[in-house]
């Protein structure tokens, strides 16, 4: 299970992009919100919580459908099916990768632009702490909707119609965390909700998508 | 009494289902149209809502079946993971678009009722947030029918989603309620209550509760007819080739 993570690791540096392309859409995403808004530092700052992690979700959302549409395309889904590793094993590794070159890097980013947008000061500890619990669950529950679709052609938009409300709990805990944050409020508690969503989809959701895995390789 | 699990036999459905398609169909239409009839002519107006408060005869039956509809199909979708009873999950593949139609009724409805009595069409409100996140699960599940071919793996799919789907759903309910509340009332009918509203509004609002079972029970057993009709063409026409 080890290998099968360092494979995806290399495959996601070497092939390029895995790393790159996610975070640069955050970035044009927070890019283009002032734009769109004006660029005045009040607004700004008042809805920055809600567009860091929007722009967080979205970049998760892009990057799913290649978590496993690569590996079934050439086949190393029923080789890996196959082989003695358990395909829980196999979706959660899937999802550890997909959350260390997607999810990992969106939090180390997300400060700056937090920066870009005016969020208050005493809010980049719970932006971090929040996304760097948060993501995970993003990444489990994004794995379920690429196992669901993996066989489908050109399933890209189902695949976001299908994740998108799958996403709502942790996109309203987190984001909520942040902006009670930003007004000096408790933010402990949803922060403990996130944390407890993340807990409970990476527990359940690789049995889950192992379980579409076996329909879609049958 | 024969059990539960003979109607997983197709013909043994169809049978029951089309001696039982015109009396659900008839009393729906009877409790329908009384229950409609006595609410919208013959109870009085509120005194503060006006005759608005009639809307509560459509909208309420279609909230309370658009999520009864949702936990039919998941019911119905555990029974075909389990037992693989096909029956069992074209009913929950056929009772889909009945109850998206009850969510979408239940929201314009309470949207009609919203304007006049809180000033707004839209609210950001847990209740109705909620219903917007079930149509919307609705249409994901509807979508995931549509883009599988293989009608086994597509019922199997279709059931995980389902399953995974009222776990969330059932999160973003307690989600939406630590996240803002609402102008939305509580809930105000409850069985054991001595009396939940005035009579003269809770009799005719019962006829159509029963009105909109009946009405989601005809529909889903004819689209279930319809379904299994769908499956045995393909079949004979799979029969032809091969032949």
Redesign the interface.
Known sequence: MIGLLKRDLTLAIRAGGGFGLSLAFFLIFTTLVPFGVGPQTQILAEIAPGILWLGALLACLLSLDRIFQLDWEDGTLDLVATSPVPLEGLAAMKALAHWITTGLPLVAAAPVLGLLLNLPGAAYPWLVASLALGTPALSAIGTFGAALTVGIKRGGLLLSLLVLPLYMPTLIFGALCVSRATEGQDAATPLVLVAGITAGSLALLPFAAAAALRVNLR | MSSLWEYANPRKFMATSAFLLPWTAGIAALCLVTGLVWGFFFTPDDFRQGSTVKIIYVHVPAAIMAVNAWFMMLVTSIIWVIRRHHVSVLAAKAAAPVGVVFTVIALATGALWGQPMWGTWWEWDPRLTSFL?LF??Y??YM??WE??ENPD?AA??TS??C???S??AV??RY??L??NQGLHQGATLSLDAEQNISNVYWYPLVITLAGFGFLFIALVLYRTRTEIRARRLKALIAQERMA
């Open positions: 996140i919307l699960f249409l994901g979508a995931l883009a599988i793996s199997d799919l995980v989603l399953l995974v789907g776990v969330f999160i973003s989600a939406l630590f996240w």
